[in-house]
């Protein structure tokens, strides 16, 4: 009987974690094995299950997948990780490989490539779409960041999670209970941003988080669920 890779799938919408199990035990040499929705599920899941591949989304319950990402890694050094998630490829795919992904999926085309992804993963290689290889390898060869792209690029990962709940509502107290972070700490990351961004007031950065959440997570625009 061939021996089944085991998988363990870490994101915060079950129905989507149901749909994407199914996919997977189709396969006859991968399986499931457990199912996380959060930061600290997913280190338990890891350390009783020892899985062979986790798949990670970037938006988690009580913290950014970026940042489980990168523990996993510190922790598990050859632990395949794959990136599967709604947020555009342009911004966080980089960011998912340097924290130690291995590869990165949009989620409206994780039917289509997430298996081909799975088996490329689990052989040692790199998955990404051939939009991100050459903004990669283009990155490599120039030594700097393209002109063409958003100010946001310029954000580091931590920036950016803050960024990104300022746009979906939440105000300074409520990042930083998310984040596990004082909220002296996140207005100091506030005025980063601004800094970076070219943002004048707190108003500004609002509407402007706010405009990018929501950019982010349109179908059919920059992504879709």
Same mark, same amino acid.
């Given at each position: 009987?061939?021996?089944?890779?085991?998988?363990?799938?870490?994101?915060?919408?079950?129905?989507?974690?149901?749909?994407?199990?199914?996919? %997977?035990?189709?396969?006859?040499?991968?399986?499931?094995?457990?199912?996380?929705? @959060?930061?600290?599920?997913?280190?338990?899941?890891?350390?009783?299950?020892?899985?062979?591949?986790?798949?990670?989304?970037?938006?988690?319950?009580? !913290?950014?997948?970026?940042?489980?990402?990168? @523990?996993?890694?510190?922790?598990?050094?050859?632990?395949?990780?794959?990136?599967?998630? !709604?947020?555009?490829?342009?911004?966080?795919?980089?960011?998912?490989?340097?924290?130690?992904?291995?590869?990165? %999926?949009?989620?409206?085309?994780?039917?289509?490539?997430?298996?081909?992804?799975?088996?490329?993963?689990?052989?040692?290689?790199?998955?990404?779409?051939? @939009?991100? #290889?050459?903004?990669?390898?283009?990155?490599?060869?120039?030594?700097?960041?393209?002109?063409?792209?958003?100010?946001?690029?310029?954000? #580091?990962?931590?920036?950016?999670?803050?960024?990104?709940?300022?746009?979906?509502?939440?105000?300074?107290?409520?990042?930083?209970?998310?984040?596990?972070?004082?909220?002296?700490?996140?207005?100091?990351?506030?005025?980063?941003?601004?800094?970076?961004?070219?943002?004048?007031?707190?108003?500004?950065?609002?509407?402007?988080? !706010?405009?990018?959440?929501?950019?982010?997570? #349109?179908?059919?625009?920059?992504?879709?669920?």
């Amino acid at each position: 009987m061939r021996i089944r890779r085991t998988i363990l799938i870490v994101d915060d919408h079950p129905i989507f974690r149901h749909g994407l199990a199914q996919l %997977i035990n189709q396969e006859n040499d991968l399986e499931v094995c457990g199912e996380a929705e @959060d930061y600290h599920g997913a280190l338990k899941c890891v350390e009783s299950l020892a899985p062979d591949l986790v798949i990670v989304d970037i938006t988690l319950k009580n !913290m950014s997948g970026i940042d489980l990402i990168k @523990d996993l890694h510190r922790r598990y050094r050859t632990l395949p990780m794959l990136v599967i998630s !709604m947020h555009e490829e342009s911004l966080y795919a980089e960011r998912s490989l340097r924290a130690g992904a291995r590869g990165y %999926i949009m989620k409206q085309e994780a039917s289509e490539s997430v298996i081909d992804a799975i088996r490329q993963v689990l052989q040692g290689r790199i998955y990404a779409s051939r @939009d991100v #290889t050459d903004s990669l390898l283009t990155r490599f060869v120039d030594g700097q960041h393209t002109a063409l792209e958003s100010p946001v690029h310029a954000l #580091t990962d931590r920036e950016l999670e803050v960024f990104r709940l300022i746009g979906e509502g939440l105000g300074l107290s409520e990042v930083a209970d998310r984040l596990n972070l004082s909220v002296k700490t996140i207005g100091t990351y506030r005025e980063r941003i601004k800094e970076k961004l070219g943002i004048k007031n707190a108003t500004e950065l609002l509407r402007s988080a !706010m405009k990018w959440v929501e950019n982010d997570q #349109t179908p059919g625009e920059k992504t879709s669920q």
